[in-house]
């Protein structure tokens, strides 16, 4: 995305200008609908959560500093933490009420990779399963490297070189280009 | 150095940067580091773009109708906000108003509390001076209606030949009056005092005035074979009678 885009969403959001709602959700809605989906894994919930994050935009816009991240660094650093704060909720209910184990942020693993996500799955297929998980831990599950390692039962040393060659090849692979022209097949 | 970059890279705390995870203090670590390390700065930049890249190939096209619906909510809290603002300086003015008019009245009420004490001390001053005065005329009356009291008339010595003056003396009521009728006028400076020498000691009853109406009787206190004098003192009245100038003596 331009960063003359993001400087005028930055400026109208900032005065308080409700187009910035409309112009973030043009161009951030559907990835930031992802990532709520990638914690939730439920489209509903996801859906739910992309509202309730954007009220939190609007409400803390005045937090957002440019000098410290990337305007769509803190969407999703809202989203993900939305999204984790609602399935904490959700376990938390089920935990008291049906005593039915929901899958909870950490777990990781095959089971990530669904047959109802394979349609968005499926635009990752040049870059490796073994590299893609461990991005998946890094950047969705919020794990530590080490972390990773014990969940994954993946010794330390691999995983870093893994999480190295892996966001090496994604940006080889799929870099500012090559995504809006995936966002257009998608869109 | 290189090693403490290698160090710090090492550890997931950039990572944990990146997700928002990390502890204030942690983010303050961080940031100083991407702040004085084009490294690090340059690994953080390219993260943020490898977790834009990351995050839009897991994009879900999101339902018709979700924008209308967030952008409806957000606006009807935007709404709400101004409208919160408009009540709250709304509300703003009517206090600062009530505070303002609450002021006023406390300073008035505080101001007439004022006024009323004054005139009720005035009030009780003049009732205190009037008892007074009733009594003075009340106890003048007495001696000199009395039949025991008796009148003696005072005449000036050499210094003031012109002095008249008639003293009340009532031995049974133990009350005595001096009536000063008539004093040769004196220089600015000076001005006659009245004395009243009672068990050998000398008390001071005061400046008698010039110019009155011949009218005003003065006590005397009442001792056995008491002795009344006038002198002529300086202005303003002597603490101790000046011997030589007394014009004239009452003994009663």
């Given at each position: 995305?331009?960063?003359?885009?993001?400087k005028?969403?930055?400026?109208l959001?900032?005065?308080?200008?409700?187009?910035?709602?409309?112009?973030?959700?043009?161009?951030?809605?559907d990835t930031?609908l992802?990532?709520?989906?990638?914690?939730l894994?439920?489209?509903?919930?996801?859906?739910?959560?992309?509202?309730?994050?954007?009220?939190?935009?609007?409400k803390?816009a005045?937090?957002?500093?440019?000098?410290?991240a990337?305007?769509?660094?803190w969407?999703?650093?809202i989203t993900?933490?939305?999204?984790?704060?609602k399935?904490r909720?959700?376990?938390t209910k089920?935990?008291?009420e049906?005593?039915?184990?929901?899958?909870?942020?950490?777990?990781?693993?095959?089971d990530?990779?669904?047959?109802?996500?394979?349609?968005?799955?499926?635009h990752?297929d040049?870059?490796?399963e073994?590299?893609?998980?461990?991005?998946?831990?890094?950047?969705?599950q919020?794990?530590?490297q080490?972390?990773a390692s014990?969940?994954?039962?993946?010794?330390l040393g691999t995983?870093?070189?893994?999480?190295?060659?892996?966001?090496?090849?994604?940006?080889?692979?799929?870099?500012?280009?090559m995504i809006?022209?995936?966002?257009?097949?998608i869109? | 150095?290189?090693?403490?970059i290698?160090?710090?890279?090492?550890s997931?705390?950039?990572?944990k940067?990146l997700l928002?995870n990390?502890?204030?203090?942690?983010?303050l670590?961080?940031?100083?580091?991407?702040?004085?390390y084009?490294?690090?700065r340059?690994?953080?930049?390219?993260?943020?773009?490898?977790l834009?890249?990351?995050?839009?190939?897991h994009?879900v096209?999101?339902?018709?109708?979700?924008?209308?619906?967030?952008?409806?909510?957000?606006?009807?809290?935007?709404?709400?906000r101004?409208?919160?603002?408009?009540?709250?300086?709304?509300?703003?003015?009517?206090?600062?108003?009530?505070?303002?008019a609450?002021?006023?009245?406390?300073?008035?009420?505080q101001?007439?509390q004022?006024e009323n004490?004054?005139?009720?001390n005035?009030?009780?001053?003049?009732?205190?001076?009037?008892?007074?005065?009733?009594?003075?005329?009340r106890?003048q009356?007495?001696v000199?209606?009395n039949?025991?009291t008796?009148?003696?008339?005072v005449?000036?010595?050499?210094?003031?030949?012109?002095?008249k003056?008639?003293?009340?003396?009532?031995?049974?009521k133990?009350?005595?009056?001096?009536?000063?009728?008539?004093?040769?006028?004196?220089p600015?400076?000076q001005?006659?005092q009245?004395?009243?020498?009672?068990?050998?000691e000398m008390?001071?009853?005061?400046?008698?005035?010039?110019g009155?109406?011949?009218?005003?009787?003065m006590?005397?206190?009442?001792?056995?074979n008491?002795?009344g004098?006038?002198?002529?003192?300086?202005?303003?009245?002597?603490?101790?009678?000046?011997?030589?100038?007394?014009?004239?003596?009452?003994?009663?």
């Amino acid at each position: 995305m331009s960063t003359l885009l993001e400087k005028h969403i930055v400026e109208l959001l900032q005065e308080r200008n409700d187009k910035a709602i409309s112009l973030l959700y043009d161009h951030y809605g559907d990835t930031l609908l992802g990532v709520a989906n990638k914690v939730l894994r439920n489209e509903e919930l996801a859906q739910d959560v992309l509202q309730e994050s954007f009220v939190k935009i609007w409400k803390k816009a005045d937090s957002y500093d440019p000098t410290k991240a990337k305007l769509f660094t803190w969407l999703f650093r809202i989203t993900r933490n939305t999204a984790i704060d609602k399935l904490r909720s959700i376990n938390t209910k089920t935990d008291k009420e049906i005593q039915i184990d929901v899958s909870d942020v950490y777990n990781l693993g095959v089971d990530s990779i669904r047959p109802e996500f394979m349609d968005v799955e499926e635009h990752l297929d040049k870059i490796e399963e073994k590299y893609q998980i461990v991005l998946d831990a890094l950047f969705f599950q919020g794990m530590t490297q080490q972390e990773a390692s014990d969940e994954l039962n993946i010794p330390l040393g691999t995983i870093k070189s893994r999480l190295k060659i892996g966001l090496r090849e994604l940006r080889k692979v799929y870099g500012p280009a090559m995504i809006t022209f995936l966002l257009n097949i998608i869109g | 150095m290189k090693e403490k970059i290698k160090i710090f890279l090492d550890s997931d705390l950039l990572e944990k940067y990146l997700l928002g995870n990390t502890t204030e203090i942690e983010s303050l670590k961080v940031e100083q580091y991407i702040a004085m390390y084009p490294e690090v700065r340059e690994t953080y930049n390219e993260l943020q773009e490898s977790l834009e890249i990351f995050a839009k190939l897991h994009a879900v096209k999101s339902p018709e109708g979700l924008k209308e619906k967030i952008t409806a909510r957000i606006r009807s809290e935007h709404q709400g906000r101004k409208r919160f603002f408009r009540y709250a300086i709304a509300a703003s003015f009517a206090a600062v108003m009530f505070a303002g008019a609450s002021f006023f009245f406390w300073n008035q009420n505080q101001d007439l509390q004022e006024e009323n004490t004054v005139v009720s001390n005035k009030i009780k001053l003049l009732e205190a001076d009037m008892k007074q005065q009733l009594e003075d005329v009340r106890n003048q009356f007495i001696v000199l209606n009395n039949p025991s009291t008796k009148k003696y008339n005072v005449k000036g010595n050499q210094k003031a030949k012109e002095l008249k003056a008639v003293a009340y003396i009532n031995p049974v009521k133990k009350l005595s009056y001096i009536n000063v009728k008539k004093l040769p006028h004196l220089p600015e400076d000076q001005c006659y005092q009245m004395w009243a020498e009672v068990n050998g000691e000398m008390l001071n009853l005061g400046i008698i005035e010039e110019g009155g109406d011949g009218q005003n009787l003065m006590a005397l206190p009442y001792a056995e074979n008491a002795v009344g004098y006038i002198t002529i003192e300086p202005k303003g009245g002597n603490q101790n009678p000046t011997v030589d100038n007394i014009v004239a003596n009452i003994a009663y």
